[in-house]
């Protein structure tokens, strides 16, 4: 199947620091991405939807200003934390899809903040 | 809204035995059902969608739509069948296409 890949796979930051989260398609167009995050031993939470050059599309209760969302282009999004803070640390996910086709998903992204 | 639930946080069966992990929905309109899997340290990846109607790695699930039920079914249950599973709908009304889990089930085949 498809490759998607997510970088880091782990950081480790400060307390008020900004993380940005890579999620790229090795192999395909992504013309949709979405960002979950998961807790431990908890399911997967849709944060957002982003479509390649147009805004993300914030679930309820996801705060945009947070959790910044950008999909520049076909093969690249990324998410960018901002003035991270430990109840922010968490396994953020993304996934992708190529038109109306089968979603396939990054290995993940942990998320520790002092 | 549309929900996905899966009952059971945990199952644990023998290799050999018949496995049933249950999942229930809520949808409006007409539900675009599927299974994840999540092996050990590995990333979520599809097992089956119910309008392919196929067996993948000998689990079945099919669309019940009169109990709203979406259960995934395996006769003999194997040690490598030992994952976490999701059980997800896919949300395609007006523009807001997206992809809501369920909890998950946590399957332990014993030997």
């Known amino acids: 199947g498809a490759v998607v890949s997510q970088h880091p796979s782990w950081v480790i930051c400060k307390s008020g620091t900004s993380v940005k989260i890579e999620c790229r398609s090795l192999d395909f167009q992504a013309t949709t991405m979405f960002w979950y995050r998961q807790f431990p031993k908890q399911s997967l939470m849709l944060m957002a939807t982003?479509?390649?050059?147009?805004?993300?599309?914030?679930e309820q209760g996801v705060e945009k200003d947070k959790f910044l969302i950008n999909h520049a282009s076909l093969t690249l999004s990324t998410l960018t934390v901002t003035s991270a803070h430990p109840e922010d640390s968490s396994f953020y996910i993304c996934?992708?899809?190529?038109?109306?086709?089968?979603?396939?998903f990054g290995e993940g992204s942990r998320l520790t903040v002092l | 809204a549309q929900r996905v639930t899966q009952p059971e946080k945990l199952l644990s069966v023998f290799k050999g035995a018949p496995v049933e992990l249950k999942c229930n929905y809520s949808?409006?309109?007409?539900?675009?059902l599927f299974w994840y899997v999540q092996y050990s340290r590995q990333r979520l990846q599809l097992l089956l969608r119910?309008?392919s109607r196929e067996s993948i790695k000998g689990f079945t699930a099919d669309l019940n739509k009169g109990e709203t039920s979406f259960h995934l079914k395996k006769p003999f249950a194997q040690e490598e069948d030992s994952a976490m599973y999701y059980c997800a709908l896919w949300n395609s009304g007006g523009s807001n296409y997206k992809l809501t889990f369920g909890k998950g089930t946590l399957l332990t085949v014993n030997p």
């Open positions: 996934s992708a899809r190529q038109g109306a086709g089968e979603l396939f």
């Open positions: 949808y409006s309109g007409s539900p675009e």
């Open positions: 982003s479509n390649e050059g147009s805004k993300a599309t914030y």
């Open positions: 119910h309008i």
